[in-house]
């Protein structure tokens, strides 16, 4: 049987009716060609992805509009990072199947955070799966020629900042498996949502981006967990760190839960899916940081100093005690 050439396949109808509406921009060609223009001038293209996977970053029973804001964002995490300003996206969906219960509100919250964050869908493809679900984003952000901030650059005296809470998201997964942080929060639905909303829909901290760019010398997002990102950021910068744990910034729900022994720290340092900003910044440029995060009502907090030498970050407790970790970080193998 052949099939009529002027019929959409059913890939191209999905395409259509849920992606095509989103792709506003003049470089993605209304999605009928199978690549996009992403204009330059003199500046640089960040280039940054990451997946989402069913069972892995979101839970089957996690509505479909905070997935779809979880694939975008945990990509806009990285261009803040960077120093980046998003430009746009490139999307890969794969779908057990095409339903409209599930594509409308994923597709509808994908549109309103590519309008809210200025990054707007510019191609991608669509496959069919038998499972798990995946969503992989490709995202695109500008720099000024050769300002983009990597790891490598942290210098010993840098003073170590990160933004908002840390640990909340770990907290929030463990809220949704019914774990001890859901029987201690039985009585405080409040801190349950606060938690869990942590967990399914990042905060980016975009409106950082610049900031961190005029003065942070390394930074990188905290996706797998504070303890281990941050030394990841200091073997690449060849330097070592000290971090005071007491100074580590909590919301209320998480240090209600530390205190009352329901978690320990190690949980909230190496929990991950914070999507906080960490960066190393000079002693003499961290208080206008942390002013800039003040004027954009995003707490930014110093936790710790860049040392000399090349052995793992120590992270002490408040009476000045090295605290062994025996998990730093989340990893997928």
């Known amino acids: ?40 001038s003199g500046e640089d293209i960040v280039v940054t992805t990451d997946a989402v996977v069913e069972g892995v970053h979101y839970l089957a029973s996690d509505p479909p509009d905070t997935i779809a804001r979880k694939a ?25 199947s095409k339903e409209d219960a599930w594509l409308r509100p994923f597709a509808d919250a994908l549109g309103e955070d590519a309008k809210n964050f200025a990054c707007p869908l510019l191609g991608g493809d669509t496959v069919s799966t038998p499972g798990p679900q995946m969503i992989s984003i490709t995202a695109f952000g500008r720099v000024p020629r050769g300002r983009m901030i990597g ?6 005296g840098d003073r ?88 580590v910034p909590l919301s209320a729900a998480a240090a209600g839960l530390l205190a009352g022994n329901v978690v320990r ?6 929990g991950g899916d914070d999507y906080e900003v960490l960066c190393t910044v000079p002693p003499a440029q961290s208080d206008a940081l942390i002013a800039a995060g003040q004027a954009m009502g995003v707490a930014v907090t110093a936790i710790g100093t860049i040392v000399e030498g090349h052995e793992r970050p120590r992270f002490l407790d408040g009476q000045g005690q090295e605290l062994l970790l025996t998990r730093l970080s989340y990893s997928h193998f």
């Open 72 to 96: 975008l964002r945990v990509n806009l995490s990285d261009l803040a990072a960077k120093g980046a300003l998003p430009a746009g996206f490139v999307l890969t969906l794969a779908l057990r």
């Open 151 to 156: 790891r490598t650059g942290a210098r010993p």
């Open 265 to 270: 720290v190690e949980t909230l340092l190496a």
């Open 160 to 247: 170590i900042l990160v933004t908002g809470t840390i640990g909340d998201a770990a907290l929030g997964l463990d809220v949704l498996r019914g774990g001890a942080a859901a029987g201690a929060l039985t009585s405080d639905p409040a801190a349950r949502d606060f938690l869990i909303s942590r967990y399914r829909v990042p905060q980016p901290r975009n409106v950082l981006a610049r900031a961190v760019r005029d003065h942070a010398t390394a930074a990188m997002d905290v996706s797998d967990g504070l303890a281990g990102d941050l030394t990841k950021l200091c073997a690449a910068s060849e330097v070592s760190a000290s971090v005071d744990v007491t100074s």
């Open 1 to 40: 049987m052949t099939q009529d050439k002027n019929k959409a396949s059913g890939e191209d109808s999905l395409i259509a009716r849920y992606f095509k509406p989103l792709a506003t921009d003049p470089g993605a060609f209304g999605l009928v060609d199978d690549a996009a223009v992403l204009p330059s």
